[in-house]
């Protein structure tokens, strides 16, 4: 019905195309969202498996990084590596970056969707712009694990995170809403959030889960295509001095 209304309301002139923006916007952020939130609740598990969640119910971008160390420690160490905070959801920031996009003017902390992770949004996410290009970025979301909580396999850290690189502005595969499209090989991104961190911060060090989770071809919840080697890499920030972490 969508495909027929977009093929068929340009030969209504005006009237026809006002009508299916009013039909796309229904069916995009009220209809679809509502379905999928439905059949999400019955078929998608409700513990720990690796991967986000879109508001949805949908699976979005798998966990690939983890880390060790306090909220005052991660925050110096993705400064000093050159990540920016990202500025929360509003309707402010949410229209700036549409208009942003639309000029391509520079917009470094531009908002990223909420995902949800132990049934919460992401406590805070960073970014790193390309050529003041707000429809490209480098970005990584970090949700604080529940007390003594432990990854499967019995290890613990104090804060999961989910890395991808935003390519580009699009429209979702399950949702058709405007969303931003991601790189496939997420374990590229996972790679390069590690390399700056180290870079930067010498105190810092990195192991390795390998084989974490299987490697697998995928979908995130935008329905961009995704493929990961499984390995879980563990930043450890704890012997980090930073400012008012009395560390």
């Known amino acids: 019905m969508a495909w027929l209304l977009l093929t068929e309301s340009f030969k209504l002139g005006w009237l026809g195309i006002a009508f299916f923006l009013v039909f796309w916007v229904m069916l995009a952020y009220l209809a679809l969202p509502r379905l999928h939130r439905i059949f999400t609740a019955i078929y998608v598990p409700d513990y720990f498996i690796g991967r986000t969640r879109t508001s949805d ?18 925050r110096e160490a993705m400064a000093r590596a050159g990540w920016t905070l990202a500025d929360p959801v509003t309707m402010g920031s949410a229209w700036k970056i549409v208009t942003s996009t639309i000029a391509r003017r520079s917009y470094d902390r531009a908002p990223v969707s909420p ?22 970025r480098h970005h990584v979301r970090f949700w604080r694990t529940p007390d003594d ?6 290890t613990r850290v104090d804060w999961l995170a989910a890395g991808t690189f935003d390519r580009a502005v699009g429209f979702s595969l399950f949702t058709l809403q ?35 989770s299987a490697g697998y071809h995928s979908r995130n919840g935008g329905g961009d295509s995704i493929q990961t080697d499984g390995d879980l890499p563990i930043l450890d920030l704890r012997k980090l001095h930073a400012i008012g972490d009395g560390s």
């Not at 119910?57 to 991660?74: K, Y």
């Not at 049934?119 to 970014?127: E, L, S, T």
């Open 57 to 74: 119910g949908l699976l979005g971008d798998p966990v690939n990084l983890a880390v060790r160390g306090s909220d005052a420690q991660l």
């Open 115 to 136: 995902l949800l992770l132990f049934g919460r949004v992401q406590d805070m996410a960073y970014q790193q712009e390309v050529a003041g290009n707000p429809a490209k």
């Open 178 to 212: 405007i969303t931003h499209k991601i790189d496939a090989d997420i374990d590229v991104e996972r790679d390069h959030v590690v390399a700056t961190v180290m870079a930067a911060n010498d105190a810092a060090t990195v192991e390795t889960l390998v084989d974490f």
């Open 149 to 154: 909580w432990l990854l499967p396999g019995g």
